[in-house]
C-alpha cells in the first residue's frame, strides 16, 4: 500500500516573516497525520526550514537543481548543496521550469539523475498543455516525459522517486482536472512504468497537481492511482494546506 505524500511548492513566494508563521502552523498542525508532508520552499529559505522542520513529520525539498554536481555554473544550486540543508526532496521538471526557463526533457532527466546521486527523492512532474490535450496527446506527451528520464538512469532509477502528474492548464488555474481526468492518465503512468517492471509500477507514488483545494482534494485522492497531491496557491495559508493533508491522512496508511 503506498503512503500518500503532500507537497506544497511555495515558488517564488515567502520572506523570512511570512514562513516562520507558515512553517510554525504547519509544525503545529501536522502530528498524527497518516501521510507524507513535504514543502518545496525557495533556496535562501533552506536554512530556516531545516531549523524549524528538523525532527518534526514535515520534510522539506528545493524546487530545482542543477544537473552538474559542482563548477562554474553561475546561480545555480547543486543536489549535494540541498542535502546539506537536510533535504529530502526535489523537484525536477516542474512545468513553469519546462516553460520559462526551457528546461527540456533531456536536462531534466540530467537533473533527475543528479539527484539520485546524493539521495535526494526527486518528484518528477509531468503533463501536456490545453492545445496537446485538445490534440488528444496527454499519454504521448506525459509517456515522452518519463521516457526521457527512463532512458537517462533505467526503470530501476525510479525506484523510491515521486511522479507528479501536472495538467500544465490546470496549474494555478483555479481549473482542476476531474478526479476521472486525473485518474486516467496516474493509471496510463503506471501502466507504462508496469510493461518495464510491475513491482516497481505497483510501489510508484505518484501525485496529481494543479488546483488542488480542501473542496477537491479528498475526491482526487480517493482515486486508485493518485497518491497524494503537489500543492501550489492552497500551500501558502497554512489552513488550507493542513486540510488538503487531512484529506490524504483520512486515505492514508500508517
Ligand atoms: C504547482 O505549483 O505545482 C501547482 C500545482 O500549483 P496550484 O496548486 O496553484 O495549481
Not at 12 to 22: F, K, P, V
Not at 126 to 140: C, F, M, S, Y
Not at 201 to 210: Q, T
Request: with cysteine; proline share 3%; net charge neutral.
Amino acid at each position: 500500500m503506498r503512503k500518500k505524500l503532500v507537497a506544497g511548492n511555495w515558488k517564488m513566494h515567502g520572506s523570512l516573516r511570512q514562513n516562520a508563521r507558515l512553517l510554525d502552523a504547519l509544525v503545529a498542525g501536522a502530528g498524527g497525520m497518516r501521510c507524507d508532508i513535504a514543502v518545496f520552499v525557495p533556496c535562501p529559505y533552506l536554512a530556516q526550514a531545516q531549523r524549524v522542520l528538523s525532527g518534526t513529520p514535515v520534510a522539506w525539498g528545493g524546487q530545482s537543481v542543477s544537473e552538474h554536481d559542482a563548477g562554474a555554473f553561475t546561480g545555480e544550486v547543486s543536489a549535494a548543496m540541498l542535502g546539506d540543508f537536510g533535504c529530502r526532496y526535489v523537484l525536477v521538471g516542474h512545468s513553469e521550469r519546462r516553460t520559462l526557463y526551457g528546461e527540456g526533457d533531456d536536462a531534466i532527466a540530467r537533473k533527475f539523475a543528479a539527484a539520485r546521486r546524493v539521495g535526494l527523492v526527486p518528484v518528477l512532474c509531468v503533463g501536456e498543455t490545453l492545445a496537446e490535450r485538445r490534440d488528444g496527446q496527454t499519454e504521448a506527451v506525459v509517456s515522452r516525459q518519463l521516457q526521457a528520464v527512463v532512458d537517462h538512469v533505467g526503470s530501476a532509477g525510479l525506484v523510491g522517486a515521486v511522479v507528479a502528474y501536472e495538467p500544465v492548464w490546470a496549474i494555478g488555474t483555479g481549473v482542476t482536472a476531474t478526479p476521472g481526468e486525473a485518474q486516467a492518465v496516474h493509471a496510463a503512468i503506471r501502466a507504462r512504468v508496469a510493461l518495464a517492471d510491475a513491482a516497481l509500477a505497483a510501489d510508484l507514488r505518484i501525485v496529481y497537481g494543479g488546483s488542488v483545494k480542501p473542496q477537491n482534494a479528498a475526491e482526487l485522492f480517493a482515486q486508485a492511482d493518485i497518491d497524494g497531491g503537489l500543492i501550489g496557491g492552497a500551500a501558502l495559508v497554512a489552513g488550507d494546506f493542513l486540510a488538503i493533508c487531512q484529506a490524504a491522512s483520512k486515505l492514508g496508511t500508517d
